[in-house]
């Protein structure tokens, strides 16, 4: 056999052998396309619809929950002006988030302060894209992650309107909270909840927001209060609450959505969901009776004001511990946050003159700030938490924890500092004194809650 020969032979077979090999070669590279699919997490339909009630009911938080609470407790000329502030900043910051705030918070930027501009108007994210939970090859799909937490970043600037409601300009409240929701609470979210974040890396407790939402929210309102200024006759005329009974519809509809608010940042209807179920349920039972107690100690009778704070105090002292802490945590979180939130609103306020209407700071940042601390202290497994890290002590964590709580409070004061001189210099923060006379229902808005008032 000659070699051209040879080489013409060796050429069929290899071709025989190619066209023999074809289909097992194609069947191997099917077999490693669907096994890479399966390896694929695939969002689990329960925990979607899981995510989905909880978003919702952060939603009923804010509209109509803390409008009716906060509208309660100012006087009934100001009630459509509270209302009409938590509606629009909620729908502004809505906006906001889409656009850029999502990918400020969790873009997926390796900056310890900010996420990126990756994701800015939800750039690649799609029904088929998934974020990641708690549990290993758990994911949910990344549209209601994001929408869970476009409820938080809502419904926290609404927050702040409480600290100097019945005297600013709406249209300054509007851009304050636009600003603060960029400046101040996206890099704040970054910082504390995603995991390329200074205060995750550090190892930074808060399961739902005491940081993130409370102290934020908190240390913004009494830097506003004290900006803005007290209201016309404050300390002279009567300020009493409106009405009560819009503050206690208010409060509890803030109860029944902080489940979603709890339960939801847990990200999967796991058992974990189930702990801060449980502690949402018992840290706010035990600061309403906490409450009640020491305004009998001290005033002689329990007030429905009070029952109503004492109720806000313990679902913002167990919004960081919620997954972590035990039930028995929980309830000694809510037995010791009331007396606490009580002194400042009752006693320290009186004693600075502060002017914060709805008591912000005395509420949602002290106990905001307690309720920090304390998660590093009953995350302890033997006090019932779930326990720490490896290598993690009390004491350490307890340093990480006041780590988050002084930069939140650093970056919040300052930079809310610099917001609101900015606004007032654009358009001023405070309504005329003769609007805030009449009234920011018709001032502000030409129409009245009440057809007497």
């Not at 077999?31 to 009630?53: C, E, L, Q, S, Y």
């Not at 636009?178 to 504390?192: D, E, N, Q, R, S």
């Not at 927001?209 to 908190?218: E, K, P, S, W």
Request: glycine content about 12%.
């Amino acid at each position: 056999m000659t070699f051209s020969k040879l080489s013409s032979t060796l050429a069929r077979v290899g071709t025989l052998s190619a066209a023999m090999l074809a289909p097992a070669i194609a069947f191997a590279q099917d077999a490693t396309a669907t096994a890479a699919a399966a390896a694929a997490p695939v969002p689990d339909k329960g925990d979607t619809a899981f995510m989905f009630i909880s978003t919702i009911l952060v939603l009923f938080m804010l509209v109509p929950g803390l409008a009716l609470f906060y509208g309660g407790l100012v006087r009934a000329k100001n009630m459509l002006s509270v209302l009409m502030q938590c509606t629009m900043i909620g729908a502004v910051v809505m906006l906001l988030w889409v656009f850029y705030g999502y990918s400020f918070a969790f873009g997926g930027g390796t900056s310890p302060y900010w996420g990126g501009t990756a994701k800015m108007f939800l750039s690649g994210v799609s029904t088929s894209t998934t974020a990641a939970t708690f549990s290993k090859g758990v994911v949910i799909p990344e549209f209601i992650f994001m929408l869970f937490q476009m409820t938080f970043a809502a419904i926290t600037p609404a927050l702040i309107i409480g600290a100097f409601a019945e005297r600013i300009k709406f249209g300054a409240a509007v851009l304050f909270c636009a600003l603060w929701a960029t400046f101040v609470y996206f890099p704040i979210a970054h910082m504390v909840w995603d995991s390329n974040g200074m205060l995750f890396k550090m190892g930074a407790l808060d399961f739902a927001g005491g940081t993130v939402v409370h102290i934020n929210a908190g240390i913004a309102g009494i830097v506003g209060a004290l900006m803005v200024g007290k209201r016309v006759g404050f300390g002279k005329d009567m300020m009493a609450p409106h009405s009560m009974t819009l503050t206690m519809v208010g409060a509890s509809m803030l109860w029944v959505g902080w489940f979603g608010f709890n339960a939801g940042s847990n990200l999967e209807a796991s058992g974990g969901a189930m702990l801060a179920t449980v502690n949402t349920f018992v840290a706010t039972a035990a600061a309403i009776i906490s409450w009640s107690i020491v305004e009998t100690f001290t005033r002689g009778k329990a007030s429905m004001l009070g029952g109503a704070s004492g109720m806000v105090a313990g679902l913002v002292a167990v919004t960081p511990a919620a997954g972590i802490v035990g039930p028995m945590g929980a309830i000694a979180l809510g037995l010791i946050v009331s007396p606490l939130c009580y002194f400042f609103v009752s006693v320290v306020k009186n004693k600075f003159g502060y002017d914060d209407t709805a008591d912000v700071f005395g509420v949602h940042c002290v106990g905001g700030i307690f309720g920090a601390l304390a998660t590093g202290v009953f995350a302890s497994a033997s006090l019932g938490g779930v326990g720490y890290a490896e290598g993690v002590t009390m004491g350490s964590q307890l340093t990480v924890q006041a780590t988050a709580v002084i930069t939140t409070i650093l970056w919040c004061g300052i930079g809310s500092a610099i917001l609101y001189k900015v606004v007032d210099v654009i358009i001023g923060l405070r309504v005329a004194p003769e609007a805030e006379r009449e009234g920011l229902d018709l001032a502000s808005h030409g129409e009245a809650a009440y057809h007497n008032s």
